[in-house]
DNA sequence: CGGAAACTTGAAGTTTGGTGGAGGTTTCCC
DNA sequence: GGGAAACCTCCACCAAACTTCAAGTTTCCG
């Protein structure tokens, strides 16, 4: 088996077949064709729909997941390497994502349910008045130290 | 300031007042009225749109996030042990959405790129034939062990 | 007390991430 | 080589999560 067809990958992946072809038109995986133009998938595509699914279950949106897999290599087939400078760039943002739910999970009950949010006398929150420059939303639960 | 107007909770947490509305339509938050019909926000609810925001940002559907906060009391401002049970209530989901995190972080490289995916040599997949009974998708990182 | 800024409702529109069906073609197995 | 299963395109539709608009009301500051 050298390729695979669109339910094979959708099998594989778990990712419906329609789903397949809509991100193709969006340009975040690509397909060969058989003679009869149906779509040959590599082997290599089956990493692409993995990281698209996992980073997608997470939020973030498909525009922004194709952007960074637009910086795998083009002609030839991704290495390791390749994958690992993807993985590289994404730290941050995937960190950030962690950081953030562990604040859900872990500071729950500490700092949201100390009502820091509204007081000011939480040591994990800013001062209103100094968080305010930075925007709004729960500053310290978002990314701020 | 005993309440918060609408414009002021918004400021406050980082959410627009429409989709303020939007969330007291669909029975995630409560307002007050004012005599003339505006809304009045008790602070307490600054932390239930704290809570809904990060929930919702790492992708957990808005009406889930209800069935979580109708966990809360009803009648009374929620204490902090409220929000903790709460927490415990969600810390399964929420561990496995950081597991998930992780895995797109460390494994990138390690799991999708060494093609584990496609072979069935990898020790951290199922051998494809077993891990199909468990469904599809890229079984390892969603949470099977 | 006048007027601007902020609020009200309801309905319609937008974006994202897909699904479903019609009408036709290809592939594969016996 | 015949027929079922899987594939093709195009287009319409869906749900979630909001935003925008219109027309009117309230609040607050000077």
């Not at 949010?117 to 310290?140: F, V």
């Amino acid at each position: 088996m050298e390729s695979l067809t669109i339910g094979e990958l959708a099998a594989r992946s778990g990712v419906a077949p329609s789903a397949l072809r809509y991100y193709e038109r969006l340009g975040l995986i690509r397909a060969g064709r058989s003679g009869g133009n149906q779509r040959r998938y590599e082997r290599a595509e089956l990493r692409r729909v993995a990281f698209i699914r996992i980073a997608a279950q997470v939020g973030i949106p498909l525009e922004e997941i194709k952007s960074a897999l637009d910086g795998l290599p083009d002609a030839r087939t991704p290495t390791r390497a390749d994958w690992a400078r993807l993985s590289a760039t994404w730290r941050r943002r995937v960190d950030e994502r962690i950081r953030l739910l562990e604040g859900l999970r872990d500071n729950l009950t500490g700092c949201i349910g100390c009502g820091c949010l509204s007081l000011r006398t939480c040591a994990l929150a800013n001062p209103k008045d100094i968080a305010a420059q930075n925007g709004s939303g729960p500053r310290w639960l978002l990314g701020d130290e």
